[in-house]
């Protein structure tokens, strides 16, 4: 990991990423947001190159800990400003997304929190495709997914 002025993007020492301009603009955006985890796992990858969206509310798991929707980011070039700009657009208040034809991105209030919400992207990704292979799925009753992301 290596520490990076939000504002400046410049790194305290060694190489930022090339993705740093969409770190910062999320830290900036969301100050929350107190980790940034962007990976290539191959279920959530899998889907966000053939564009199918996530669907977490397949289990309970995938609606606590990822929310009603995972967005599908459009596609802009790697490390670009656009990719930067269509990220903190289009992840609004989410906390998880996949990338077009790129990878997928998991936010939280630390690495921990960050890396789990991936885990489960990841998790949910990987039973989506087998159970579509397999003949289909369903998400949770609606009532049952409004249950669970009530605040009461």
């Not at 100050?31 to 969206?53: D, F, K, M, Q, Y």
């Not at 967005?71 to 996949?98: E, K, R």
């Amino acid at each position: 990991m290596i520490r990076v002025d939000i504002h400046t993007g410049k790194a305290a020492s060694g190489r930022p990423s090339m993705e740093t301009p969409f770190h910062t603009g999320l830290y900036r955006a969301r100050p929350e947001v107190g980790a940034v985890v962007h990976l290539h796992p191959p279920s959530s990858t899998t889907l966000a190159v053939i564009g199918r969206n996530l669907r977490p509310a397949i289990t309970p798991e995938g609606v606590l800990v990822l929310g009603e929707r995972v967005p599908m980011i459009d596609y802009a070039t790697p490390g670009t400003g656009a990719l930067a700009d269509n990220i903190v657009t289009q992840l609004g208040s989410c906390n998880a997304c996949l990338l077009r034809s790129h990878g997928a991105l998991a936010v939280g209030k630390d690495i921990m929190d960050a890396f789990g919400r991936m885990e489960t992207l990841e998790y949910i990704a990987s039973l989506q495709l087998g159970c579509e292979t397999l003949g289909g799925l369903d998400d949770l009753p609606p009532q049952e997914i409004a249950r669970m992301l009530s605040k009461d």
